[in-house]
């Protein structure tokens, strides 16, 4: 397995690390946590109630027929040691059951085609290979290998990937079309946040290519271009102690730090800096509930951040006919950023159906409507327009994240919200 891959400079896009198994295990674990569709898991993992409203749910129409259906195929990870995420493939057979009872891809009816990446690189190739080999017209959801054993497979069938970037080939491949943006977005987000409260900023990232680029690349350089000074402390893969860490992270004086590291990691480092006394505004992924069990009221304050709205956003349209369809359709799966990105693809997909007809929802038709999206509303996020995209992604077209912050009980949105990437076109 290579560990990382790098795009060519002479591209002249930035160089995006391959995520290695330990970054992706670190995602896994971290954003996936298990727990009942009637808790909120999805940016804090916090286990906050999330009230579903039958009401969210408008009177669907007449249920679209199954005999022409737009066929996706949908990655899941179960079964394996690294990571599981079967909330991926409950998000998107949620997704699909709402569609077809509300018209449908412009008419058509959604038929979800499941395969389980299992985080190797075989079951990948085998997933790639039924995609191929069955009907469907793009691939949504996530798994370890894809960007090494998936993407180019498909792209050789003309099938579009829209899987979740967590590598190269799944920002940049020619037939890459991604709806998120992952560890780029959310670090640029933190950037943003960071200069908009005026505020010395740092990252604490632990020392593997995946993370340390997103702390240098995607968090460092952005703040640099909005005139925030900020400073990056690594901390070595398998430390035990991260008390010397937290000290020197203190010396730095900065008044908000991100982190990009695991659960673990995380939680040492806020406890080590409380002890000296060091509170800084801490900006982390999605987390474990057990992390808020570990840091207890030192989590009060914390921003976390999503590609996606929070399932728990009481003023978002959108996140409460998630909740309402996770509710009547899914309601013993988990909650969190899996699940919502896997049903806010499908429906999103709905919409372009509606847009342009749902004849024109096919495997050689859909990468040049992907090309050429414009004021596409995507579920629970931005409106996606081909005139925007991530510098140098021209097929990246979802350009932010939004930040979240926990008070204790409830989740808010942190400054402004949502954050565009410094430099993306538009």
């Known amino acids: 397995m290579r560990s990382e891959a790098r795009l060519r400079r002479s591209t002249k896009r930035p160089a995006l690390a391959v995520a290695a198994v330990i970054a992706t295990a670190v995602l896994l674990t971290t954003a996936g946590c298990s727990s009942n569709a ?19 749910l408008a009177p669907g129409t007449k249920d679209v027929p199954m005999d022409n259906p737009v066929e996706v195929g949908i990655l899941y990870t179960d079964d394996n040691p690294i990571g599981v995420a079967p909330e991926i493939l409950d998000g998107a057979e949620a997704a699909a059951r709402y569609v077809n009872s509300h018209g ?20 990948g190739a085998q997933c790639a290979a039924k995609f191929v080999n069955s009907g469907v017209v793009t691939v949504y959801g996530l798994d370890a290998f894809w960007g090494d054993a998936g993407v180019s497979v498909v792209a050789k069938a003309g099938l579009a990937s829209q899987t979740m970037p967590i590598s190269g080939p799944e920002f940049a491949a020619p037939n890459s079309y991604a709806w998120q943006g992952s560890g780029f977005t959310a670090s640029a987000a933190a950037a943003s946040y960071i200069a908009e409260q005026n505020v010395v900023g740092a990252c604490a990232y632990v020392d593997v290519p995946a993370f340390k680029e997103q702390c240098l690349e995607y968090f460092q350089k952005p703040a640099r271009q909005l005139g925030a000074k900020t400073s990056a402390l690594a901390i070595p893969p398998g430390a035990s102690d991260v008390s010397q860490y937290a000290t020197r992270l203190s010396q730095t004086h900065a008044k908000a730090v991100l982190v990009t590291a695991s659960g673990q990691v995380a939680q040492q ?44 956003d009481p003023d ?30 499908v429906v999103t997909l709905a919409r372009l159906g509606n847009q342009v007809g749902g004849d024109k929802i096919t495997r050689a038709g859909l990468p040049a409507l992907l090309a050429k999206v414009k004021d596409l509303p995507q579920f629970m996020g931005p409106t996606l327009d081909s005139d925007n995209h ?5 097929h990246a077209l979802h350009t932010g994240a939004y930040l979240y912050q926990w008070d204790g009980s409830t989740y808010k949105r942190a400054g402004k919200g949502y954050y565009t990437v410094p430099g993306s076109t538009g």
């Open 38 to 56: 009637g808790k909120a898991t999805d940016a804090a993992g916090v286990g906050s109630a999330v009230t579903a409203d039958p009401s969210a």
């Open 390 to 394: 991530l510098p140098g992604f021209p």
């Open 269 to 312: 480092l806020i406890m080590s800096s409380t002890q000296t006394g060091y509170r800084p505004q801490w900006i982390l992924p999605s987390q474990r509930a057990d992390f808020f069990k570990a840091v207890g009221s030192q989590a009060k304050g914390v921003i976390f951040y999503n590609d996606l709205v929070d399932a728990s």
């Open 316 to 345: 978002n349209r959108d996140a409460a006919i998630f909740r309402a369809a996770i509710a009547k359709w899914a309601p013993h799966t988990t909650v969190n950023a899996f699940s919502i990105m896997a049903f806010s693809n």
């Open 104 to 123: 449908g891809v412009g008419g058509r009816a959604v038929k979800i085609v499941a395969c389980n990446g299992k985080n190797n690189a075989q079951s």
